[in-house]
Nanobody, 115 residues
């Protein structure tokens, strides 16, 4: 059974930076599409960024130019570097793994951006 564990969330002032990490175990990490999603209170979970097995990336319009997703297949870890954070980025951030019929989620890490 696959497991994803997020870390790196916290409280930061607007304009600041955070780096989220997601450590994976029990899965074939290097063949999967890894994604970061977020959910704010009262809102649906939304895609933030994804990275394919070969490193191709895609971002939500709201984070383009501010967030960068990357992966280290040797460490089974995916990262989300978040710069120029805004209060609107406040949410629980979830890590996701998809490969074939497998679809795993982490429990999330809270990011709070104060104005």
């Amino acid at each position: 059974q696959g497991q994803l564990v997020e870390s790196g969330g916290g409280l930061v002032q607007a304009g600041g930076s955070l780096r989220l990490s997601c450590a994976a175990s029990g899965i074939s990490f290097n063949i999967g599409v890894m994604g970061w999603y977020r959910q704010s209170p009262g809102k649906q979970r939304e895609l933030v960024a994804v990275i394919g097995s070969r490193g191709s990336t895609n971002y939500a319009d709201s984070v383009k130019g501010r967030f960068t997703i990357s992966r280290d297949n040797a460490k089974n870890t995916v990262y989300l570097q978040m710069n120029s954070l805004e209060p609107e980025d406040t949410a629980v951030y979830y890590c996701n793994y998809k490969a074939y019929a497998m679809d795993y989620w982490g429990k999330g890490t809270l990011v709070t951006v104060s104005s």
